[in-house]
């Protein structure tokens, strides 16, 4: 059934005039943010602690409700087709962690990231398989797969959840502090990888990042946030305009 | 005095040894999912509904059985969106819930005509698995089916969600049907497991088995299957364990339970350190 409310894919992400409030709370978290993000754009979200960033990844891939505004990803509004927008969408969160006894292996939890991509009824194919065994081998991630994930370090879990949303092979990539942990050989990997995505595959990436500003020199657009409004949005910013943000206290 | 092992008929000791070994399966079935999410006071809170709804039937001669499916189902199904919606620690839930749920029970006990409570209300409290008949062991076993069946034909869905239910739900699965489902399922293996553990005992034996096994593998597969053998093994024990010591089936079952539970900690390589 065609969904009369959607658009024809114009942008790969499109907030109009967006408010998200959490359960409990009176003020918004993210508050009249309008943004549109074109399908080849590799975006970073800086700002400073509890400025929005990761509610407003979680707003665009509809984990959490926005409580005014409409927004819209891959042409279709998430409040009405969010686990089909998501079936699509690779996504890392921060800080994730999980118990040491966790009883899942690596192998495990990287097949998972293509589930909601299969669908309901449906097994995995020798397809999804490669593609699986694709982004193991991207991440350099081959030793790890028989360990059990709740015995991994940091580094190795964000690698092996990066992994996750590349298997998934999305047509969006959202991905919340996803250099944390990673050593500095591991965080330029990582960039580099993508880069790739980006560029050759023309995958949209939206990368929230507080630590790690090596992403603003490869960026197409950096996106700045505080107290929930978007203060900054500058395309391929200068040396002039990453001293603009470090002034306003976007980046250290 | 000889042991009441060897006094009953050999049609009566297949009865129970089935009732009590398909008990352990469908309980430690469920448990697996229970144990890992997190679901222990609901679950807890619904094995004492399941025992206020037999309570109730009693009192209002209705069948004990299927006022306790409903009780248990109907607190399933309530409880789980509430606690998600209300964001309340488990103890809360359980706090309130459980004791409420105990005290409507022994209500609705105290309440049966006549003043005396009967042989079948102790059962209700205590288990009886020599009242099991041809009905509740198809009634089990067909439950038992269908769960496998469920599992089996949503693992992908299942799986993802006992990993990360966030990350899950961020994949593309509904969660929240999955979660509910196995919160109504879990309901109903309580309530139709009742006659045999015990409405105050039911709930140990979900947690019991699932959890031992969990002390031994890090593999989720693995003790999606070795749960269910473990859970069967444990019933047929704890129940020879009552005829030859002529002690209460439901207690006795859980003991054993308890104590492969004890055991399992102190081997499991999940516990050593250095």
């Known amino acids: 059934m065609p969904d009369h409310g959607d658009r024809p894919v114009t942008a790969v992400v499109e907030l109009d ?6 359960e409990g709370e009176q003020i918004p978290a993210i508050r009249d943010v309008s943004l549109r993000i074109a399908s080849d754009e590799f975006v970073c979200i800086v700002g400073p602690n509890g400025a929005g960033k990761t509610t407003l990844l979680e707003t665009i891939n509809g984990l959490l409700t926005a409580t005014r505004g409409v927004v819209r990803v891959l042409g279709h509004r998430v409040d009405r087709k969010g686990p089909w927008l998501r079936a699509k969408i690779g996504y890392t969160p921060q800080n994730f962690s999980v118990d040491p006894d966790t009883p899942f292996l690596v192998k495990q939890v990287l097949v998972m990231g293509r589930y909601g991509r299969v669908g309901m009824f449906r097994g995995l194919t020798s397809g999804d398989m490669s593609s699986i065994e694709r982004a193991i081998e991207m991440m350099g991630i081959e030793d790890l797969l028989d360990r ?35 050593d500095p050989q591991s965080k330029a990997k990582v960039l580099d990888i993508l880069q790739t995505l980006n ?12 630590g790690y500003f090596a992403v603003l020199d490869v960026c197409d657009r950096v996106i700045g946030l505080r107290d929930g409004r978007i203060v900054a949005d500058i395309s391929h910013p200068t040396d002039k305009e990453k001293e603009v943000l470090r002034q306003g206290n976007l980046i250290p | 005095m000889q042991p009441i092992l060897f006094e009953l008929p050999p049609s009566f000791l297949v009865t129970s040894s089935l009732a009590a070994v398909l008990a352990g399966v469908v309980c430690s079935m469920v448990g697996v999912f229970v144990v890992r999410m997190n679901l222990s006071s609901v679950g807890f809170t619904m094995s004492h509904a399941a025992f206020a709804g037999a309570a109730f039937g009693l009192m209002l001669s209705l069948d004990p059985l299927l006022c306790a499916v409903g009780f248990s189902t109907a607190v399933a199904l309530v409880l789980g969106p509430v606690s998600e919606k209300a964001h309340l620690r488990p103890d809360v839930i359980l706090g309130v819930s459980f004791s409420v749920m105990l005290a409507l029970g022994f209500m609705f006990l105290s309440l049966i005509p006549g003043g005396v409570i009967s042989s079948t209300a102790l059962s209700i409290l205590w288990g009886s698995i020599f009242g099991v008949t041809l009905l509740d062991l198809i009634l089990i076993s067909f439950l038992t089916g269908t769960i496998a069946l469920i599992v089996v034909v949503f693992f992908k869905e299942f799986e993802a969600i006992l990993f990360d239910r966030k990350l899950a739900e961020a994949d593309g699965i509904p969660t929240r049907r999955f979660y509910y489902a196995m919160l109504f399922l879990t309901g109903l293996v309580v309530a139709l497991t009742l006659k045999i553990i015990g409405g105050l005992l039911v709930f140990a034996l979900i947690i019991n088995s699932a959890s031992t096994v969990y002390q031994f593998s890090y593999n989720i597969r693995r003790i999606m299957v070795a749960s269910p053998v473990v859970g069967g093994l444990v019933c047929l024990v704890g129940l020879m364990f009552s005829l030859l010591l002529d002690l209460p089936v439901g207690s006795s079952i859980v003991i054993v339970s308890s104590l492969v539970f004890a055991a399992a900690i102190l081997v499991s390589p999940k516990r050593r350190r250095g």
């Open chain 1, 148 to 182: 059990p994930v709740g015995k991994l370090s940091g580094g190795q879990l964000q690698k092996v959840l990066l992994a996750r949303a590349i298997a998934k092979e999305p047509d969006l990539l959202l991905l919340d502090e996803c250099f944390n942990s990673l």
């Open chain 1, 17 to 22: 005039s967006v408010d998200t409030i959490y």
């Open chain 1, 199 to 210: 560029h050759e595959l023309g995958l949209p990436i939206i990368v929230v990042t507080h």
